[in-house]
């Protein structure tokens, strides 16, 4: 099959060529080898036994490869991030190496950050413009810019098939499955990751299926900000004899480190008027279908309505897993833009905005979620909030929901179904 563009390709594109080396980092069964294929001469797989006893033994051995070179699962071996950061000591170059790992290194793998040598790029599962779903209308390039430019197109997406695609997955090689193959290997992932990929991380787990608890609670509260002592709890119902916060602690850390975990971090404004904002994430996984499968919802189920939400957010699990899907075709776009993304909660809970999109000046675009076709005065009440305290600072203001067409409205917040997104 003929290579489907990702967005992060205009990154590298645009970086590789000015920097020498750059990491890729994301779950497994995103992407990354095959995109950062694309970008290369060279190619070291280090899941490969042979290759990795022969860089065990001479980590410097990587080096004899063609450049462009890809050290692939970079982290089986940590010592090669040290020897490519020598390299690039010595000769700067741009375009001699990219290495893609599904995990991060335990401290102290590598002797040095990287930091100044190896950039570092977060990639994530297929947005619905990378999966082709839609053909896209709205450009977040244009929004980040401020120039509020009209808005246009029809998305003959509707609700069915939003939902077919959160439990379809935006990981490319599971896309052709049929729903059973699909369900087994999502099911085979996430159990690999606890048997398996989590040790390889140096993590000890005594309890797999306390673990996997853990994550279908975390499931539960995606797109809310429950305390990790509550997702504690809801995995332990009815038990006397909990694992310690430590325990907890450690599963959080194991399951970032592989990626797994995407929280969006609460956005902390600079030089603005808001004051008692709550500092605590929103809980997402890396892909919503993750979170689906965990929670055992088909899209029969979830249009049923099924599944009970976890914390202090109103809405269905539906709701909650449309608003995931909306955030990962969020942040891939925003890292291309070099905008970061938060979210902001007040600390009482009477104003929220899903997400925070913030450029490198601080102008902020601020985008709600809705699963609903129309939009009323009700859904923009926050955004409006939002705008009468940041004033020109808000570069933007724009729902995204699941109706047929993108426009403005009168007050000029932009209303843009999901499937129109894209850079």
Same mark, same amino acid.
């Given at each position: ?297 088909? =899209? ?29 075709? =969020? ?93």
């Amino acid at each position: 099959m003929a290579y489907a563009r990702r967005i992060i390709d205009d990154e590298l594109d645009d970086l590789f060529g000015q920097l020498a080396a750059i990491a890729l980092d994301g779950p497994k069964a995103v992407g990354k080898t095959t995109t950062a294929e694309q970008h290369v001469a060279g190619l070291l797989k280090l899941d490969s036994k042979t290759n990795r006893e022969a860089v065990q033994a001479d980590p410097a051995v990587a080096l004899r490869r063609l450049r462009p070179l890809l050290i692939d699962e970079w982290q089986k071996v940590p010592e090669v991030w040290d020897v490519v950061r020598r390299a690039v000591d010595e000769d700067s170059s741009a375009g001699q190496f990219l290495l893609a790992g599904s995990a991060s290194p335990a401290e102290g793998a590598t002797a040095h950050s990287g930091a100044g040598r190896i950039g570092r790029l977060r990639m994530r599962p297929m947005t619905l413009s990378e999966r082709q779903v839609c053909s896209p209308t709205v450009s977040f390039s244009e929004l980040l810019a401020g120039r509020r430019p009209p808005l246009s197109g029809e998305c003959e997406l509707g609700l069915a098939d939003y939902v077919e695609e959160i439990v379809r997955s935006g990981f490319p090689g599971m896309r052709h499955l049929t729903a059973r193959a699909l369900r087994f290997q999502l099911d085979s992932y996430l159990r690999n990751a606890v048997d398996r990929d989590v040790v390889e991380t140096g993590h000890v787990v005594r309890r797999p299926e306390s673990m996997l608890a853990w994550l279908r609670a975390y499931a539960a509260a995606t797109a809310s900000t429950t305390s990790y002592s509550n997702l504690l709890d809801a995995a332990t119902p009815g038990q006397s004899d909990k694992p310690s916060r430590a325990t907890s602690v450690a599963y959080r850390e194991a399951l970032t480190q592989l990626w797994l975990l995407d929280p969006v971090p609460a956005w902390t404004p600079t030089g603005h008027p808001l004051s008692r904002l709550a500092q605590t994430p929103k809980h997402h996984l890396a892909d919503p279908a993750l979170a689906a499968r965990l929670l055992g919802l088909s =899209v029969d189920a979830l249009l049923d309505g099924d599944g009970q939400p976890l914390g202090p957010q109103e809405g269905t699990m539906l709701g909650r897993l449309f608003e995931s899907l909306a955030t990962l075709c =969020v942040r891939v776009p925003a890292q291309a833009a070099d905008a970061t993304v938060g979210h902001l909660r007040t600390r009482n809970g009477d104003h929220e905005v899903d997400l925070v999109l913030v450029r490198d000046d601080g102008k902020v675009l601020a985008v709600e979620v809705k699963l609903a076709t129309t939009v009323s005065d009700g859904d923009v009440k926050h955004l409006r909030w939002l705008a009468d305290r940041l004033g020109d600072d808000l570069l933007d203001a724009v729902v995204v929901n699941t109706g047929p067409t993108a426009y403005r409205r009168s007050d000029g917040i932009g209303v843009v179904p999901l499937g129109l997104l894209a850079l």
